[in-house]
């Protein structure tokens, strides 16, 4: 079964400072991952996906993750936070399915 | 490309009423869509996945009669909360996968029920 661990449910960055977002996963197949993000009351947007081309993906906004297959990880960076940033990210992994297997999400804040 | 919409964005209705809760793929088509619910400051729950004519397909745990669920068309799946309670109060998001090999899914915006 797949799975998905982000760690930390709060990250606080000064604007302009790295944000780092860090994604786990668990797959006993190749998977396909992904990284959205949540504004308050609103629907998921994509931010970007991995489906096994280039390990490196870059997204919208600035935000970029690395597969990095021996560390089972996906974390999402963008090297200066803006205040816009500040929203909800989900990690989800899925193995060529439709279905998405979420982590539980890391909420981003960014202060002055 | 790859829109989803949801109809109605809010809902507020009394215990015991029936709510329909519309997801739309607005310029491709999707023969599968998903209904997720997500309680406040927590990740989405998968409920079903809603197959384009044919019955959906429910996780475990979630009510079958309870969440009925309506795949009519290749661009139109409905959620109908049937005697809604307010621990139904809930936000509630469609998606539908889209993609070269349909791996990525597309959410619409949700929609925020409250049950009085």
């Known amino acids: 079964a797949q799975s998905v661990t982000q760690l930390g449910s709060h990250v606080s960055v000064s604007e302009g400072a790295l944000v780092l977002l860090r994604c786990n996963y668990s797959?006993?197949?190749?998977?396909?991952l992904f990284w959205y993000v949540q504004y308050p009351n609103q629907g998921l947007q994509l931010l970007l996906k991995?489906?096994?081309?280039?390990?490196l993906v870059k997204g919208i906004n600035g935000f970029e993750a690395e597969f990095k297959k021996s560390e089972t990880s996906f974390h999402l960076t963008k090297p200066s936070a803006h205040m816009s940033d500040a929203a909800e990210y989900f990690c989800a992994v899925s193995v060529h399915t439709d279905k998405l297997i979420f982590g539980t999400g890391t909420r981003l804040q960014v202060f002055p | 490309g790859a829109v989803v919409s949801q109809h109605p964005s809010w809902v507020i209705c009394k215990s015991g009423t029936s709510v329909k809760i519309e997801c739309r793929s607005l310029d491709f088509q999707a023969t599968t869509m998903f209904w997720y619910r997500q309680f406040p400051k927590q990740s989405l729950m998968l409920m079903a996945t809603?197959?384009?004519?044919?019955?959906?397909?429910?996780e475990q745990g979630v009510e079958k009669d309870k969440f009925l669920i309506n795949h009519a068309s290749l661009t139109l799946s409905t959620l109908t909360v049937t005697s809604a309670h307010p621990e139904d109060s809930s936000f509630y998001i469609c998606?539908?996968?889209?993609?070269?090999?349909?791996?990525?899914?597309?959410f619409g915006p949700g929609t925020r029920l409250l049950v009085l």
């Open positions: 991995y489906t096994s081309a280039a390990t």
């Open positions: 809603s197959n384009e004519g044919s019955k959906a397909t429910y």
């Open positions: 998606s539908a996968p889209h993609g070269q090999v349909r791996e990525t899914q597309y």
């Open positions: 797959s006993s197949v190749p998977p396909y």
